[in-house]
């Protein structure tokens, strides 16, 4: 559902929208995600292997905007060129960030290098179908991470992950 509205609001959008890849100035922070995201990059990355770490930043990088975007760590999975080295299971923060988001309190948000030429600041011109109920999207998010926790017999937590990535590694070093 989410990859759905995604792709849909990126297709009517997609020139409006910066966030591609090479573009990484969200990327610059080391995320953390519930049990359910961290074992599936996890499961991932042990079919897959890890990718190699390079977060040098890009040309696209070079905005006014991108130190206030930008964290003190480097998500460990950024790969050369500012590429997302976990793209076909990366996070759900990763897949909904930058898109036009309906906050709890009716306000409209996204990522200030998008939309910037084309709408005014308050994001009316955005039609209410292409915006991201974001409180909705992480009630069903947190009643899915709650479920998947009760199966396995874990407590709902964040992993960071820098932490999702040691353990691959470790997975894959131990015969």
């Known amino acids: 559902m989410l990859d759905t509205h995604c792709a849909k609001v990126t297709q009517r959008h997609g020139e409006k929208i910066r ?48 130190d206030a975007l930008s964290g003190d760590l480097d998500c460990v999975f950024l790969t050369e060129g500012g590429v997302c080295g976990v793209y076909p299971v990366r996070p759900i ?54 479920l998947y926790c009760k199966a396995q017999g874990e407590e709902p937590d964040r992993i960071p992950l820098s932490l999702v990535r040691e353990l691959a590694q470790e997975m894959l070093e131990t015969p």
């Open 93 to 146: 923060i990763c897949r909904s960030h930058g898109l036009p988001i309906k906050l709890e309190d009716g306000q409209v948000d996204t990522c200030p290098l998008n939309f910037v030429e084309s709408i005014d600041v308050e994001y009316r011109d955005i039609p209410k179908a292409d915006l991201l109920d974001l409180h909705a999207m992480n009630v069903r998010m947190s009643l899915v991470e709650i």
């Open 19 to 66: 966030c591609r890849a090479g573009c990484t100035a969200c990327c610059r922070q080391d995320l953390s995600v519930t049990r359910i995201e961290a074992t599936r990059i996890l499961h991932w990355l042990v079919t897959h292997g890890i990718p190699p770490s390079d977060p040098s930043r890009t040309e696209n990088d070079e905005h006014p905007f991108f």
